[in-house]
Each structure stands twice: as C-alpha cells, then as structure tokens.
C-alpha cells in the first residue's frame, strides 16, 4: 500500500485479520475486512474497475480461491501473484494469472541492485558502509493521474485521491 501511495496510484486492500486491518486505516490506507476469495467483497473493493488485482498470499489453496474470485467478478483481470518459484507457478496453470512475481529471484535481484548502487555511488569502506543513504534504484516509471472516486465513496474515506 505504501508503494503505490508513494507512486501516487491509488489501491484498496482486503484483509482478514481485524488488527491489520485497522493499523491500516490508522495510516489512512483503503482497507476493507473480509475474505477475498468472496465475490461480495470483490464487488465492494471494486475489482471491475482496478488496473490490477496483487495476490500477495503465502497459502496456495488462498491463492487459487482468489484468484478463481476475481477472474469471476472481473472481465478479463490483469492478476499478479506472488509465488515461491517456478514449482508453485505451475500449481496456477490452470487460472488466468498474467503475470508471477517469483519472491526469491525479485529478492534476490533487489539485494544485487542495491550492494552495486551502495557500490557505484561510493567504494564499500568495511564499518563505515552501514547504512546507504544512496538508496535502491528509483523506479523510472511516472505514476499515472487519475481518480478513484467511486473507490473512495464506497469505503467512506473523506479523501480523494488524483
């Protein structure tokens, strides 16, 4: 949710754990208590009208569960999912999932860029070089403007977001 705050897009999460749920809008992030493998609460974080739907669940059979829900409420979902690797990519075949984020390869891929960035921008000194105030590589994509009102309405935040 920060991220793509940060981007500027905005997101609604389900959750079923009560307390995340209100750290969350306590931060002030659109987050809605439920499961999401149900259509009801699909309809009611507006799956129709994302961009995208992120699964970012550990458990396989949730992972299905959601992703056969949103592929049901929604025509054609653009559905990202997270998974251990290519093993548990093939448990997927069968859903419309478009895209796999394999979670030790992306980590992986982050720890690199981010020791060859602490690199690049100044030579590695051992006990000085704790922590890099050069950052990860920013992302090179602009955050697209535009509004999610119906979102907002719907999960009664006073707040808009362009």
Do not use: W
């Not at 000194?125 to 509004?147: H, Y």
Request: contains cysteine.
């Amino acid at each position: 949710m920060e991220e793509l705050r940060i981007l500027g897009y905005p997101c609604v999460a389900i959750e079923y754990h009560q307390q995340t749920v209100e750290e969350g809008i306590r931060r002030g992030d659109a987050v809605i208590f439920g499961n999401a493998a149900q259509k009801t609460i699909l309809e009611k974080a507006l799956v129709t009208d994302c961009a995208a739907v992120i699964i970012a669940l550990e458990d396989e059979h949730a992972i299905r569960l959601v992703s056969e829900a949103v592929a049901q409420v929604a025509k054609d979902p653009l559905i990202v999912v997270r998974v251990a690797g290519e093993l548990e990519q093939e448990l997927f075949r069968d859903i419309p999932i478009k895209s796999f984020v394999h979670e030790y390869q992306e980590l992986a891929r982050i720890l690199i860029d981010h020791a060859l960035v602490c690199e690049m921008v100044r030579p590695y000194v051992p006990g000085v070089c704790r922590d890099c105030t050069s950052g990860p590589p920013q992302p090179t994509i602009a955050p697209l403007k535009f509004s999610f009102q119906r979102a907002t309405n719907a999960l009664n935040i006073e707040k808009s977001v362009d």
